[in-house]
């Protein structure tokens, strides 16, 4: 049976481990190339299903996984809860599905190596078309995810937000994701010499993918930053290059962890009153409103580190206003010919 392990590697390396030759080369295979988080998130795939397969790598066959699937599907709280995000009662398919990926990923790591000779992850399901339609077959996908809106914070929820913040470090590191659009992981992941003063810029060099680039924040942020980094910073007795640190507890004065993030983004969302608020919510606004206020789509798309526009373009439909706008200069200019139309006919 799997047992993970994790040991940190200076202030952002991990090394995960399983207890299984196979599954630990695959691991260093992983660490070499992505970041620290998808590591982890491997390192936990590997181990649910190792767990519930309880067999060897080399042993495992296409019927093993269709039954993980099927598993994964079933209700974990209950056959009558479900979630609101999708009307879904077991983990969500985007969960499923980036399991699915980690497991071919290693199934491809071990086809190179010659220890399998093949995969027993299926890409998708077959489906023939009648002969008689001169098509190719095609495969529908195991697991289809659901293309949901994400959820924004409003003026009045992101303003008691910020009031239920106890420390200026809380707020700069806040206001990093709610002025700045910054991922969660950005923000922990920023060193001393990743700003610019003069200019209000930081330069992101923890992104997703790896991927560095240079963005502007809004003064608040950086008003906020300068108060933690002269008292809070200096009392808290840092000798890491990480910008934000813990400021109490036998941690003090080491870098802050993901966990802790969320555990102060809990607690002020306690104290202010709001059902949902997390950091993805905070970077979801900020993008959101900057697109209303009228920047451009390849604009946000640099802000937010998209390496693919597509992904910039759901912030079109958060935009409400943007949407109102070019619905109802559309239909003016069709209105008339549209309603002229229809009287003609019913004449």
């Known amino acids: 049976m799997p047992c993970l392990s994790r ?20 691991l260093r295979f992983v660490a070499a190339r992505c970041r ?10 590997l181990k649910v299903f190792f767990t519930i397969v309880g067999k ?7 019927t093993d996984v269709l039954d993980f699937i099927a598993g994964q599907r079933l209700p974990v709280h209950g056959g009558n809860v479900v979630r609101l995000d ?3 009662k077991g983990l969500s398919a985007r969960t499923i599905a980036r399991r699915l990926v980690t497991l071919s990923g290693l199934y491809g790591y071990l086809l190179a190596r010659d220890l399998v000779t093949s995969s027993p992850v299926p890409t998708g399901l077959s489906v023939r078309l009648p002969a008689s339609r001169q098509r ?27 009031d239920a913040l106890r420390t200026d470090r809380d707020r700069a590191m806040v206001l990093a994701m709610l002025l700045g659009g910054l991922r969660r992981c950005e923000v922990l992941g920023l060193s001393l010499t990743d700003f610019d003063l003069a200019d209000r810029r930081v330069t992101i060099t923890e992104g997703k993918g790896g991927h560095h680039r240079i963005v502007p924040v809004a003064s608040g942020f950086f008003t906020a ?21 813990t400021l109490k507890g036998p941690r003090r004065g080491q870098p802050l962890s993901a966990a802790g993030l969320d555990e102060i983004l809990r607690g002020a969302r ?42 910039t373009r759901i912030y079109l439909h958060l935009a409400d206003a943007w949407l109102s706008t070019q619905y109802h200069q559309a239909v003016t200019a069709l209105e008339p010919s549209l309603t002229g139309a229809q009287s003609g006919g019913d004449a």
């Open 7 to 26: 040991r940190p590697l200076g202030d952002t390396g991990v090394e995960v481990r399983l207890g299984h030759e196979l599954l630990d080369d695959y």
């Open 36 to 45: 620290p988080n998808s590591v982890l998130a491997a390192g936990y795939d």
């Open 56 to 62: 060897d790598p080399v042993e495992v066959t296409t």
């Open 86 to 88: 999708d009307g879904e």
């Open 136 to 162: 190719p077959s095609r495969a529908t996908p195991l697991i289809r995810t659901p293309r949901t809106l994400p959820r924004v914070l409003d003026a009045a929820d992101a303003a008691r937000l910020l």
């Open 225 to 245: 930053l300068s108060n933690y980094l002269d008292e809070e910073r200096v009392s808290a007795g840092a000798t890491t290059s990480r910008v934000f640190v």
């Open 270 to 311: 306690t104290r202010a009153g709001i059902e949902h608020a997390t950091c993805h919510m905070l970077r979801h606004t900020c993008l959101t409103r900057l697109r209303e206020a009228g920047m451009s789509l390849e604009a946000v798309q640099a802000q937010a580190g998209h390496r693919n526009i597509a992904s």
